[in-house]
């Protein structure tokens, strides 16, 4: 409600980011801004190794190079402006600037959310129907997949943008974070904001809850198919296909739980802005280092690229 509260408009938001910090602010520039480059070369390896590996042509690394792809443009949304603003002192984002930020930044996570869901998908074909694999995840299915990922975030996160912009803000100018959020934001509006929160608790819900229940059933499967295998070698082999996906599966659960589904009124401020650091920031530099670890054919295909560079300089 707007009663009692000044209804001037206000064009730019001060975004407090992690307050007052003094002489950490050089500091903590200088961690994002690694944190940022690892999360981009760490990234972009995997995609150059499955554009280049022949390999690696396969719907997994397809998927994969796509996951990748959406942790470049996921980290992109926020990480510059908020090295630019720990840099500089300046605070200030527009509101349009500040609206297309929370918008790329809510499609690319429902993005990064359907994807690991179609991986789930494929990694369930290849353990519980591997005669059929072929068949069933082949080239257009893969496509489709992918293309229905970026498109259906695209268009559930248009909706709340929609909704978005017929609110006010006026007054409240500071949003106590470090970028545009969808909570922090609507907290400064001054208008009547039930029917926007209402639709994006509907969606988001949907978007949320759908997937991680096919991801559930997907896993119950395939862990139901390994413990049918006679040989311990067998059951081995079966679950190193998928243990990557796993671990980047709940490092990424275990941060959205963390972040939105834990934290309570009590929960101090800084904390929550800690929890979302490792949503926002760690996780994507992460899942590069669990799929290069942990995946032989990713591993197989770093060497291989490293020998050709090595044997072209002599």
Not at 234 to 263: D, E, M, N, Q, W
Request: net charge positive; proline share 4%; glycine share 6%.
């Amino acid at each position: 409600k707007a009663e009692g509260r000044n209804q001037t408009l206000i064009m730019e938001f001060i975004l407090l980011g992690f307050g007052d910090i003094g002489e950490f602010q050089p500091l903590l520039f200088l961690l994002f801004l690694a944190i940022y480059l690892v999360t981009l070369s760490g990234n972009l390896l995997i995609v150059a190794l499955v554009v280049v590996d022949s390999r690696l042509h396969v719907p997994m690394y397809f998927l994969l190079g796509n996951l990748s792809c959406v942790e470049i443009c996921y980290t992109s949304t926020f990480l510059p402006r908020l090295l630019a603003s720990l840099l500089t002192g300046d605070r200030t984002i527009s509101v349009k600037g500040c609206l297309v930020q929370l918008y790329f930044f809510g499609a690319l996570s429902s993005t990064e959310c359907l994807l690991l869901t179609a991986m789930s998908y494929d990694r369930y074909l290849a353990i519980c129907h591997p005669l059929r694999y072929a068949a069933l995840m082949n080239g257009p299915v893969c496509g489709q997949l992918v293309a229905g990922s970026w498109t259906s975030s695209s268009l559930s996160c248009s909706i709340v943008i929609i909704f978005l912009l017929q609110s006010t803000f006026c007054d409240a100018k500071e949003i106590d974070y470090f970028f545009c959020d969808f909570s922090p934001v609507v907290k400064v509006s001054c208008g009547d904001t039930r029917t926007l929160q209402l639709v994006t608790s509907i969606i988001s819900n949907i978007g949320a809850l759908v997937p991680f229940l096919l991801i559930l059933t997907s896993y119950i499967c395939i862990i139901v198919t390994i413990l049918k295998i006679p040989s311990t070698t067998g059951r081995r082999k079966a679950f190193s296909t998928c243990s990557s996906h796993l671990i980047v599966l709940t490092v990424f659960y275990g941060a959205v739980i963390t972040v939105y589904v834990f934290p309570t009124a009590n929960t101090p401020k800084i904390l929550r802005k800690i929890f979302s650091v490792f949503y926002t920031v760690l996780t994507p530099m992460i899942n590069p280092v669990i799929y290069s670890l942990r995946n032989k054919e990713v591993n197989d295909a770093f060497r291989k690229a490293v020998l050709k560079l090595a044997a072209l300089r002599h």
